[in-house]
């Protein structure tokens, strides 16, 4: 089966409704030694003659006619394909996959979520609560919101958006200075807040609670159930009423927000959308 550009059906319709070489070149912005030898080279290519002239007029020959009605078909074709896309990229509508620690997610996301998708009707968020990174590069998530700088997929876009402070929490209880700590498995050792209750575990010469996690919304859970007390963001912790804020610690770390987009996505108004939401969030 022969193969051909399919550009070259449009010089084929300019030449036949122009009736001449000129006619099709000014329909097409090119000159007219170009649309001759496109003509000419599709006729190569088909095997076939297209074009008869005829009076110094151009016509379609009996195969000519039928590539013609094959072409009009096309040109309906990608018409209606225009019609119904033109302005897609244009407003906020589509698929965003989002992810974020769970943590995130559960207490911050989700609940600032009715006022932005009322905003935006045609708009659908998907919230992946993972504590792992997930990759950008090969698609898993649009957008990233972490606890740290990215070191790795360095082609991505990322930009600080806030900072999350920490502080000391424990269950709404009247001893729960008292409680061991809770901290992170030992797979996250190298995490700002698993350092920072070593060092106390350290300073005070106790033993940790019977029960390790390995993200925050587990340590959130564990500090509810009673089991002991960590180091929560503060503005997440404060929110909830069976937790309270301990006194008489050295202050927690700090760590950054920061917010990473797929570089050939960030342009799309509905990335635009998201991150500007997710900025004014933790701003």
């Known amino acids: 089966m022969p193969e051909f550009n399919w550009d070259d059906l449009r010089f084929l319709l300019a030449l036949t409704r122009g009736g001449s070489l000129a006619g099709a070149a000014k329909r097409l912005g090119v000159n007219e030694s170009t649309v001759a030898r496109r003509i000419a080279r599709f ?8 074009i008869e002239r005829s009076g110094g007029s151009f016509r379609p020959s009996e195969a000519g006619a039928r590539v013609l009605a094959a072409a009009e078909r096309v040109e309906r074709e990608t018409q209606v394909i225009a019609s119904q896309v033109r302005g897609e990229d244009s407003r906020v509508a589509g698929t965003v996959r989002l992810t974020a620690v769970p943590l995130l ?6 609940p600032a979520l009715p006022d932005f998708l009322r905003d935006h009707p045609a708009l659908e968020i998907e919230l992946i609560a993972e504590p792992r990174d997930l990759s950008l590069t090969k698609r898993e998530a649009d957008i990233a ?4 700088r990215p070191r790795k997929e360095a082609r991505n876009l990322a930009r600080r958006i806030g900072t999350l402070d920490y502080g000391v929490y424990g269950p709404a209880q009247p001893d729960a200075e008292t409680l061991p700590w809770v901290t992170y498995e030992d797979s996250l050792t190298d995490l700002p807040q698993t350092r920072w209750i070593a060092e106390r575990l350290n300073a005070e010469g106790t033993a940790a609670a019977q029960v390790k996690v390995n993200d925050a919304e587990g ?8 089991l002991g007390k960590s180091l929560l963001p503060a503005g997440i912790a404060a929110e909830d009423a069976k937790l309270r804020e301990l006194d008489g610690y050295p202050p927690g ?6 917010l990473i987009t797929h570089p050939e996505l960030s342009g799309l108004p509905r990335i635009q959308a998201v991150a500007d939401w997710l900025a004014a969030l933790f701003k």
């Open 43 to 50: 006729e190569a290519e088909l095997g076939a003659r297209l």
């Open 105 to 110: 997610v559960n207490r911050v996301l989700t």
């Open 145 to 148: 919101l972490r606890l740290a």
């Open 219 to 226: 340590l959130l859970q564990s500090l509810r159930a009673g």
């Open 253 to 258: 770390p700090s760590r950054e927000l920061w």
